[in-house]
Every structure is written in structure tokens, then in C-alpha cells.
């Protein structure tokens, strides 16, 4: 069965620190993998994805993740953690060429302490 | 350009009463998709338009949800008999397939309250 799994509900880490969120998914086909981000009352803004190539992809506001097919796993870093990243964190997984369904992970609320 | 919009915003209704939840998808976005995010909850899909084609309505939870696509464009997710259970954030995402690449936008959700 399609599923992901973001097993951190809640993260919290000092300003300037380093962050990594967790990601791992299992997927029956060639994956199409995505981070989100969600701030209070918005919609999703997406903040990279990877479909095929480099591993390691770099997104916006300073985020990279890295696809680990061994390991089914993307999971999202940042070297350095500001206070406008306190949102939560969605990975998600989509078929490539097979649009219709993403599955969605139940997300990961990161606090960030001043 | 615009993003995804939809309305409204929120919107608090009786227990048994019907709701109509409207997106405007980005313009030239062929894919459209609904999400139903409950508290504390990740996305759950509820139903995909694509061009012309029958849309895939395998995430609607019961025969009270039901969900349309006019001309390609707006689309309309109709909820009938409201229950409490279906308090939740509808998001509406769309996205342009180009390709094997694409990625969905999603609008601010349209807040549900059924009291």
C-alpha cells in the first residue's frame, strides 16, 4: 500500500540550529517526492520535490532534502533554522506519470525557540 | 499571475444542511484536486479532475460528498447532510502536467464548522 511516514508530530529546535525532518514512504512505482510547507492559515507551498537525477535537491528559503532509494526515504534539512520557519512540514508522494493520487504524510510541526 | 482561490474562506454551518465549497484553479492548470485536512491530521485526498476525463472520485468518503469541474475550470465540492465529522480544512490544489513533471498549487482552504 501506498503510504508515508513522517514519524516526528512535533520538532523544536533553537535558532541557528540545524534541522532534519524525518520522511519515508513506500510507493509501488518510480516515486515523485515532495516537501510542504504549511504556515498558520495558509494553503501548502511547495518547497522542493524530486523526480529523477541528483539526489540531493536543493529548494527554496535555504532547504536541500535527499531521495534515498535503499532506504525509502526524503528527508528534509536546513543548515541553519530561522524563526519564519516555525510551520509545519508535509512530505507527500505521487506517482510519476500517474497524476491522479498524492499521498500525503501527517505532517511535522516545527517550533523554533529564539 | 493568480494562485489557486477559494471560497469562502470559512464558513460554519448546521448539522444536516448542504454546503457548496468553491476552487478557481491557476488558468491553463488542467489537474485539479481536492484535500480534506481534519485537525492534527495530513491531507487526505478526496477527488482529481483531469481535462475531460471522469474524474477519479476514489477518496470520497461517502455518497453525501460529490464534486464538480465546469468547462474545465472552477470546480464546486458539494457536501449534503453535513455531520460534525466533516469539520475540516478543504484544500483545493491545481497543477499543469508537462510531461512526467509536474507539482500541485494549493489554494488557503476553505474552513468548514459544522456545529
Known amino acids: 500500500a501506498q503510504s508515508v511516514t513522517q514519524p516526528d508530530i512535533h520538532i523544536t529546535v533553537s535558532e541557528g540550529a540545524s534541522l532534519e525532518l524525518r520522511c519515508n514512504y513506500s510507493y509501488g512505482a518510480t516515486p515523485y517526492l515532495f516537501w510542504y510547507v504549511q504556515s498558520p492559515g495558509q494553503g501548502l507551498q511547495l518547497l522542493l520535490k524530486?523526480?529523477?537525477?541528483?539526489?540531493l535537491v536543493q529548494g527554496i528559503k535555504g532547504f536541500e532534502a535527499e531521495f534515498k532509494r535503499s532506504q525509502s526515504s526524503f528527508n528534509l534539512r536546513k543548515p541553519s533554522v530561522h524563526w519564519s520557519d516555525a510551520a509545519e512540514y508535509f512530505c507527500?508522494?505521487?506517482?510519476?506519470?500517474?497524476?491522479?493520487?498524492?499521498?500525503f504524510g501527517s505532517g511535522t510541526k516545527l517550533n523554533v525557540k529564539p | 499571475g493568480a494562485g489557486v482561490s477559494q471560497s469562502p474562506s470559512n464558513k460554519v454551518t448546521e448539522k444536516g444542511k448542504d454546503v457548496e465549497l468553491r476552487c478557481d484553479p491557476i488558468?491553463?492548470?488542467?489537474?485539479l484536486y481536492w484535500y480534506r485536512q481534519s485537525l492534527g491530521q495530513g491531507l487526505e485526498f478526496l477527488i482529481y479532475?483531469?481535462?475531460?476525463?471522469?474524474?477519479?472520485k476514489s477518496g470520497l468518503p461517502s455518497d453525501r460528498f460529490s464534486a464538480e469541474r465546469t468547462g474545465g475550470s472552477v470546480s464546486t465540492l458539494t457536501i449534503q447532510r453535513t455531520q460534525q465529522e466533516d469539520s475540516a480544512v478543504y484544500l483545493c490544489a491545481s497543477s499543469a502536467l508537462r510531461g512526467g513533471s509536474y507539482e500541485q498549487y494549493f489554494g488557503p482552504g476553505t474552513r468548514l464548522t459544522v456545529t
Open positions: 479532475f483531469q481535462g475531460n476525463s471522469a474524474p477519479d
Open positions: 524530486y523526480f529523477s537525477g541528483d539526489t
Open positions: 488558468s491553463g492548470h488542467t489537474a
Open positions: 507527500a508522494v505521487g506517482g510519476v506519470y500517474n497524476f491522479n493520487k498524492f499521498y
